[in-house]
């Protein structure tokens, strides 16, 4: 019913940088806290970033000062600005959202596919 549809993902040289996007699409009625979390091969899944409506944020240690996290609620969009990038920010970076839609009157958590970035020389 709902999907989330993440896009920016791709190859950068460390240093470089990366802007993501997700965009919810379905009977969305009202979207609360959006985020970013990723994956590394070995490791478990880590909260990168999240936002709040009003715009209060949280960001993981391990990227305070590069990423900067948004969101356009008239387009229902978040986005990851990811500025210094190093090897070790490689990994599957998924968007997050939390969601009450037309048909189902709660709050449910969704997840997008993920989408691959990729930091080496």
């Known amino acids: 019913q709902v999907q989330l549809v993440e896009s920016g993902g791709g190859l950068v040289q460390p240093g470089g940088s990366l802007r993501l996007s997700c965009a919810p699409s379905g009977s969305i009625r009202s979207i609360n806290v959006m985020g970013w979390y990723r994956q590394a091969p070995g490791k478990q899944r880590e909260m990168v970033a999240t936002?709040?409506?009003?715009?209060?944020?949280n960001y993981a240690d391990s990227v305070k000062g590069r990423f900067t996290i948004s969101r356009d609620n008239s387009k229902n969009t978040v986005y990851l600005q990811m500025n210094s990038l190093k090897p070790e920010d490689t990994a599957i970076y998924y968007c997050h959202a939390q969601i009450v839609t037309d048909s189902i009157r709660t709050w449910r958590d969704y997840w997008g596919q993920g989408t691959q970035v990729t930091v080496s020389s």
């Open positions: 936002i709040t409506p009003g715009g209060n944020t």
